[in-house]
C-alpha cells in the first residue's frame, strides 16, 4: 500500500493487504459490528414478545382462587317413621280377699267348780273342732276344709330383667356412644384439610361464592366405612372430590350401643370457598 494512503486506510485493508480478501475472513470481520448489533436487537426484541405474551395470558387467565373449610363430623339426623306408642298394660286384676274361715277361740283348760264355769269358756265338742281353726278368738265363716290361704302381694314382688329385642345388626341414627376417627375431631380434620382438592370448583368453572357439600357414610363394626353418598348436588366436582377423600380415609372407631358394636350413620359437611383474586 502507497504510504500517502495508509492514514486513511480501514485497519482491515492494512491487516489483509496482498492477501485473498475473497476467502471470507475479510468479509467476516468487516460485518462483525453490523452483525453484533443486529443479534442484540433481536434478542431484545424476542424478550420483549415472551413478556408481552406472559402478560396477556395472566390477563385472560381466572384469576379466582380457592379454599375450603372442614367443619365437625355429625350424627346423620334422618327422620324416622313416628311409631304410635304401645297401649299401656291392662291393670292387674283385684285381688279378692281371702274368705273369712271359721274360727274356735281356745280356751285353755281350767280346773274350778261347775258352777264357776262360765257358758263361753265351755270348749267346743271335739267333732265340732275338726272343721274349724283354733285361734285366740272365735269367728264364723267357712269350714276349714284344708283350704290355702292366698298370699296377698304387698309391693315386694321379684323384679325381672327386661328382654332385650333390639336388632344390632341394623344401621343405627342413634346410638349412645357415637363413631369417630382415631386421634379425634382435629385428625380428621387435618386428614381431609391435606387430601381434598381445593381448586376442584375453580377446574370445573364454578363461580365465586361459599358450597357446603354434605357427605353421608356408614361406620360398620369393625370401623371400616362405606356406603359413601352425598346429601346434597352443587355440582362442579365437589361431591365427587369429597366422597372420593372420604372413601380412601383410614379406620374408625365404631359406635357403640348398649355395650356392643353396631353400625352408624355420620355425615360431613365441607365448605368449598371460591374467591375473585
Known amino acids: 500500500m502507497e504510504a500517502n ?92 280377699p281371702p274368705p273369712k274361715v271359721e274360727m274356735t277361740k281356745f280356751t285353755p283348760p281350767k280346773i274350778v267348780r261347775d258352777e264357776e264355769v262360765k257358758k263361753e269358756d265351755i270348749p267346743p265338742e271335739v267333732k265340732k273342732l275338726e272343721a274349724t281353726k283354733i285361734d285366740v278368738v272365735s269367728q264364723e265363716g267357712i269350714k276349714d276344709m284344708g283350704i290355702a290361704t292366698p298370699v296377698i302381694d304387698e309391693g315386694k314382688a321379684v323384679v325381672v330383667a327386661p328382654v332385650d329385642n333390639t336388632n344390632y345388626d341394623q344401621t343405627f341414627t342413634k346410638v349412645e356412644v357415637e363413631a369417630s376417627f382415631k386421634g379425634g375431631e382435629g385428625a380428621w380434620r387435618n386428614y381431609l384439610t391435606r387430601n381434598l382438592n381445593a381448586s376442584a370448583p375453580i377446574d370445573n368453572g364454578a363461580n365465586p361464592g361459599q358450597y357446603t357439600v354434605v357427605v353421608q357414610f356408614i361406620v360398620d363394626k369393625e370401623g371400616n366405612i362405606s356406603e359413601v353418598s352425598s346429601l346434597t348436588k352443587h355440582g362442579y366436582g365437589m361431591e365427587d372430590e369429597a366422597m372420593r377423600v372420604i372413601r380412601r380415609g383410614p379406620q374408625w372407631v365404631p359406635a357403640i350401643q348398649n355395650g356392643r358394636k353396631v353400625k352408624a350413620y355420620r355425615k360431613q359437611p365441607i365448605t368449598f370457598v371460591v374467591t375473585e383474586g
Do not use: H
Open 5 to 96: 494512503k495508509i492514514l486513511q486506510a480501514d485497519v482491515l485493508d492494512i491487516l489483509f493487504e496482498n492477501r485473498n480478501k475473497e476467502y471470507g475472513a475479510y468479509e467476516l470481520r468487516r460485518q462483525y459490528n453490523k452483525r453484533m448489533i443486529t443479534a442484540l436487537l433481536a434478542t431484545l426484541a424476542a424478550i420483549i414478545i415472551i413478556f408481552a405474551v406472559s402478560f396477556l395470558a395472566g390477563q385472560l387467565e381466572d384469576t379466582s382462587t380457592a379454599a375450603i373449610e372442614i367443619r365437625d363430623v355429625e350424627l346423620v339426623n334422618i327422620v324416622e317413621e313416628e311409631q304410635k306408642p304401645e297401649p299401656p298394660p291392662p291393670p292387674p286384676p283385684k285381688q279378692e
